[in-house]
């Protein structure tokens, strides 16, 4: 995939933009100082259009630093307010790919968990049942593929909770490959997870339309471009 903001636009209005993000890549600044792809953006949009001084950028919803696919920003803080308050009222469809360690039991499914998040650790415990503190985390998947060590899995999310995909995966058995953190057998290069987020559809804020938004997965995820090639 070409690394330029240029070639990873999948979506472009007035209003918003939605990029192709890299594993690997930080979606806002945080303490290891990397650029992160929303300055990245907003220095697309400065030079694109011309705009003198600062230029508005607004992060929608976030992806995990190891995870690629769909991310959304605003151009405009009317975007941004109205696309916030469609993630809050769950009107902001995601769906993810996964390869996964192993095989599933259950070809498809809805998993119901309970999260705890610890903040020193960066990580989420899952629990059956509900505990204090914790957040209800609810997802369903199905099955795309399955190999002798590896499966891939299409995630669809109810709720957006803390590393939710990896911990509830991982939970039943099926830690995502790479995912040393919850529990993946070893390491992907360069440190990233076989996670991505593949499709978001909403209904514009404005423009009140149907978006729906397909990301190709990186090329170095074989098993997801099978899938892609199988899919379409």
């Known amino acids: 995939m070409e690394t330029t903001i240029e070639n990873r636009i999948l979506y472009e209005d007035n209003h918003l933009i939605i990029i192709n993000k890299l594993a690997g890549e930080i979606a806002q600044g945080d303490k290891t100082g990397d650029e992160p792809l ?26 995990d630093r190891p995870v690629s696919g769909c991310i959304v920003f605003a151009k405009t803080s009317k975007g941004l307010e109205r696309m916030n308050a469609l993630v809050k009222n769950r009107e902001f469809s995601k769906i993810y790919w996964a390869i996964v ?16 998040r610890n903040e020193k650790l960066n990580k989420s415990f899952v629990s059956a049942t509900e505990k204090k503190d914790s957040q209800k985390a ?21 709720t957006g909770r803390h590393h939710q995909i990896r911990a509830q995966l991982s939970f039943i058995g099926l830690p995502i490959k790479g995912d040393l953190k919850y ?9 990233n997870i076989s996670l991505h987020a593949r499709q978001i559809a909403f209904i514009h804020p404005v ?22 090639t199988s899919e379409e």
């Open 138 to 158: 609810e997802l369903n998947y199905r099955t795309l593929w399955v190999g002798d060590h590896y499966s891939l899995l299409e995630v669809t999310l109810h």
């Open 101 to 116: 360690e192993g095989k599933p039991e259950i070809e498809e499914q809805r998993l119901t968990h309970y999260l705890q």
């Open 183 to 191: 529990g993946a057998k070893r390491s992907n290069a360069g440190g």
């Open 38 to 63: 929303l300055e990245k953006v907003r220095a697309y949009l400065k030079k694109r259009y011309q705009k003198p001084g600062n230029v508005f950028c607004g992060l929608v919803h976030r992806l």
């Open 207 to 228: 423009t009140k339309k149907e978006i729906t938004v397909l990301a190709p997965p990186p090329t170095s995820e074989k098993l997801m471009v099978h899938g892609l």
